[in-house]
């Protein structure tokens, strides 16, 4: 599972080093941009996957709070008593913002930690091509059921494990068009794979948003799912080009037990993930609560047109794929001088401008009632950097320093990080009413800056205990 996390990144190390010149021992031919033509498929298959997530993740919350949650529509959604009678019992009594907070919180925490059993499944059972349509399917039909008031639990159950089996094995189908000594050229297909991640990221949220403004929230949910179906029909139009990725594993290395160092490296990288976890709760708020805040304290009205709230979903992939250039040339510019910071620093980096993107919000909060529409914007803008920092940086440091024998189970592991961080996040949004707007961002803030203060404190221990790079 090399990459992804909110959107896509290289799965190599990302920094001022990566996209060398291709080596002439890659044995594929090169038909996609350069890269083996079935690249093309699960790239597009994975641009239509994410446009429907996001999409319907960004109306998820503000369609619960302000639609489905209240009476007249929750005694239609089948097992919902039972099901709020559960959640109450481990979590207390909730308001009506808390609950959609609360369930917010489980399904995408519950996303990020399926890809997990359905690479298991697929590696040992049905395979990843059979997973992957298996997955498809399902989160078609969870999207469609989201379109009806009755089948909405339904909904998030298909779509949490449809992309159980999806998610992480159309990833590693991206590494197995690879040979193992072509480094480069994997980097390169999870770059352009990255593409497809961030397209769907951003128009998401535009389109199903406007749909939803104006013809209403089902509109948009059934607009995902229509999209749904169009990754599927892609990825069986590639179905024959793809084929399954062998695991590869010397019996030696298989056999052969960890050493005292590799035990040292490992439990460097859980802390590292560890400390991940308080930029991400900072981080992902923006597409919980984050929604709620703006739509209830935001002026929205731009020029006589009303922007849909969904919208702003869409404004830190973006940032994200502007930000990619201007980053790698700021590395760059730095390694020329001896000055690029290490794999630590920049998580720890990213930890710091998640924390100065909600001290906007607090500023915001501070000095009027109704918050100028630019401030959101900066905040997600800043979040979205904020990412840039620490999420491939975190990745191509565990794909870089993971023990071979456990690499696969610690990338499976860093996902791991973010369901941790989004069950907390539907935890916190509970606390959104209980207290002041101020006050709930620079809880996120000084969260933040919690995880930034960890990476520098403990920065020489986990160096020192990190391989080389």
């Excluded at 350069?34 to 319907?56: H, I, K, N, Q, V």
């Excluded at 059979?130 to 909405?152: N, T």
């Excluded at 037990?257 to 976890?277: E, F, G, Y």
């Excluded at 984050?290 to 702003?312: M, N």
Aim: charged share 10%; with cysteine.
């Amino acid at each position: 599972m090399p990459f992804d996390a909110r959107r896509g990144a290289a799965g190599g190390r990302m920094s001022s080093l990566d996209g060398g010149v291709p080596p002439p021992s890659s044995v594929h031919e090169r038909t996609f941009l350069g890269e083996p033509r079935a690249l093309a498929y699960l790239a597009f298959t994975e641009a239509w996957e994410r446009f429907s997530y996001y999409g319907m993740t960004a109306l998820l919350v503000l369609y619960m709070s302000q639609a489905l949650l209240l009476p007249g529509h929750v005694e239609h959604v089948a097992g919902f008593r039972a099901f709020r009678d559960g959640l109450t019992s481990v979590f207390g009594p909730m308001s009506t913002l808390a609950l959609a907070s609360q369930i917010f919180g489980l399904y995408t925490g519950f996303v990020y930690f399926t890809p997990v059993l359905g690479g298991w499944i697929a590696d040992r059972w049905i395979g990843q091509r059979s997973a992957v349509v298996l997955g498809a399917v399902l989160m078609s039909a969870g999207h469609i059921a989201m379109a009806f008031d009755v089948s909405f639990l339904l909904a998030l159950l298909l779509l949490i494990v449809g992309c159980g089996f999806l998610k992480g094995n159309i990833s590693t189908q991206v590494g197995g068009l690879y040979s193992e000594n072509d480094s480069a050229g994997r980097t390169r297909g999870f770059s352009i794979f990255s593409i497809g991640i961030n397209f769907g990221a951003v128009a998401g949220p535009l389109v199903c948003g406007l749909l939803a403004q104006l013809y209403g929230w089902h509109a948009g949910f059934g607009l995902a799912g229509i999209l749904m179906l169009i990754g599927l029909a892609t990825y069986l139009a590639g179905y024959r080009e793809l084929s399954e990725s062998k695991r590869v594993a010397a019996a030696k290395v298989a056999a052969a037990a960890l050493d005292r160092a590799q035990w040292r490296t490992v439990a460097a990288l859980l802390v590292v993930m560890a400390i991940t976890i308080f930029q991400s709760i900072a981080y992902y708020q923006n597409s919980n609560v984050g929604l709620v805040w703006i739509d209830g304290s935001v002026d929205l009205d731009l020029l006589r047109f009303h922007v849909p709230v969904a919208w702003f979903n869409s404004i830190d992939p973006l940032a994200s794929i502007v930000g990619v250039p201007c980053l790698f040339a700021l590395w760059r510019y730095q390694a020329a001088r001896g000055g690029e910071p290490g794999e630590i620093v920049k998580i720890g980096t990213g930890a710091w401008l998640a924390c100065g993107a909600n001290l906007l919000l607090v500023a915001g909060c501070a000095f009027t009632n109704r918050v100028p529409l630019v401030v959101p914007v900066l905040y997600n803008v800043l979040l979205g950097v904020a990412f840039l920092y620490y999420w491939p940086t975190l990745l191509a440091l565990v794909s870089r320093a993971a023990p071979p024998r456990l690499r696969a189970t610690m990338m499976g592991t860093v996902f791991l990080s973010l369901f941790v961080a989004n069950i907390t996040i539907g935890w916190l949004g509970g606390f959104f009413e209980r207290m002041t707007a101020l006050q709930f961002w620079a809880l996120h803030a000084a969260i933040a800056a919690a995880g930034g203060t960890l990476a520098l404190w403990l920065k020489r221990r986990l160096e020192g205990a990190l391989p080389a790079a």
